[in-house]
C-alpha cells in the first residue's frame, strides 16, 4: 500500500501542477479581473487544453474504476481530492471554449470580427443611363444584400452583402440581366 502512494505520488504532483497551471491561475485571474496580464499565455492555448484533457482523463479514469471497484482510494482525502480535480478540469474546459469573463470591447471586437467574416463589400461602375431608385429597388431585391448598407454616388454603387447567400458573379449577372451595364470597380 505504501509503495502504491509512492509511485502515484508523482503522477499526481504533475496532475496538481497542471491543474494549477491550466485551471486555478486563469480562474484567480479572471475573477481579479487581470486577465490581459495572462495574454501573452494565448499562443499556448492548444499546449494547455492538451494537458488539460490529459488531467482530466487520467483523474476521470481514476474515478471510473473506483467506482465500478477496480480501484480504490487510500483515504476520503484522496476520493475528494480526485472529485474536485475532476470538477475543476471541467469547469476549465467550459470556461475556455466559452469564455464568459469577457469584457464589452472584446464582446464588441467579436461581433464586428464575424460581421467581416460573413459579409463582403462590392464595388461597382454603372454605365450609361439608369434611375438611383429603380437600381436601389432592384439591389434590394436580391437576396442576401443588405437593404441598408446600399450606397448610390454618381455612377458608383457599393453594396454589403452575406457571402454564403449570395456571390459577386450572381450579383453582377443579375444586374446584367437587368439591363445595368455593369463594371467591377477596384
Avoid at 13 to 39: E, W
Avoid at 81 to 93: D, E, K, T
Wanted: hydrophobic content about 45%.
Amino acid at each position: 500500500m505504501f509503495l502504491k502512494s509512492i509511485l502515484g505520488l508523482p503522477l499526481a504532483l504533475v496532475a496538481s501542477l497542471l491543474h494549477v497551471g491550466c485551471c486555478i491561475f486563469p480562474l484567480i485571474a479572471a475573477a481579479a479581473g487581470t486577465a490581459g496580464n495572462f495574454s501573452a499565455f494565448v499562443q499556448y492555448k492548444p499546449i494547455f487544453l492538451a494537458l488539460q484533457l490529459a488531467t482530466l482523463f487520467y483523474v476521470g479514469s481514476r474515478l471510473a474504476m473506483h467506482y465500478m471497484r477496480r480501484s480504490s482510494f487510500h483515504s476520503r482525502l484522496e476520493k475528494f481530492s480526485h472529485q474536485a480535480g475532476f470538477l475543476i478540469g471541467i469547469a476549465g474546459l467550459w470556461i475556455g471554449y466559452t469564455e464568459p469573463f469577457k469584457t464589452e470591447t472584446q464582446v464588441i471586437a467579436q461581433d464586428q470580427f464575424r460581421f467581416l467574416q460573413a459579409h463582403r463589400k462590392l464595388e461597382l461602375a454603372i454605365n450609361g443611363q439608369y434611375d438611383a431608385e429603380k437600381l436601389k429597388k432592384d439591389l434590394t431585391a436580391i437576396e442576401g444584400i443588405k437593404p441598408g448598407r446600399i450606397q448610390i454616388r454618381d455612377s458608383a454603387v457599393s453594396v454589403i452583402f452575406r457571402k454564403e447567400k449570395i456571390s459577386r458573379s450572381e450579383i453582377i449577372r443579375t444586374l446584367r440581366l437587368k439591363g445595368y451595364q455593369v463594371a467591377v470597380s477596384e
